[in-house]
């Protein structure tokens, strides 16, 4: 059950966008995954507080990690993860149930971002972009 709405909400919600950001864009899905969590761990630097040294050192290297990893391995396949994705949708819920502030409306559009970035690994190809026809326009003199 659980996989079917996976399936149903990354099919019906997060892949349409996914796939259009793509074929505009020219970049795959897995481009795509690794820029997302890329973006997604630098804002985590950038909000940090840095009221501890251990999490902003953990955050620096998640960072560093990221980086280096979107760098050497951009367009290889990425794992799939339903253990993460519904992981993130627990987050998201944590943030959005209590009375929302503007820091959990931030957190919560990265929280999206993310889990756009994990749908975006289980779309197995991005089909070509639909060319429009052209319309033939005459030219008629006005009478």
């Avoid at 999206?112 to 690994?121: I, K, Q």
């Amino acid at each position: 059950m659980l996989r079917r709405i996976d399936a149903w909400v990354g099919l019906c919600l997060f892949q349409p966008p996914v796939i259009w950001f793509c074929q505009r864009t020219g970049i795959t899905q897995w481009a795509f995954y690794r820029c997302g969590w890329w973006i997604y761990a630098l804002w985590a630097v950038w909000r940090d507080e840095h009221d501890s040294a251990i999490n902003t050192v953990w955050l620096v290297a998640f960072a560093l990690l990221r980086t280096i990893g979107a760098n050497l391995s951009l367009n290889r396949p990425a794992p799939r993860s339903l253990v993460l994705r519904c992981l993130c949708w627990v987050v998201l819920a944590f943030v959005l149930l209590p009375p929302i502030t503007r820091h959990d409306v931030e957190n919560a559009v990265a929280q999206l971002a993310v889990l756009a970035a994990e749908y975006a690994t289980t779309i197995a190809q991005i089909p070509p972009r639909k060319k429009r026809e052209r319309v033939e326009r005459r030219r008629e003199a006005w009478t």
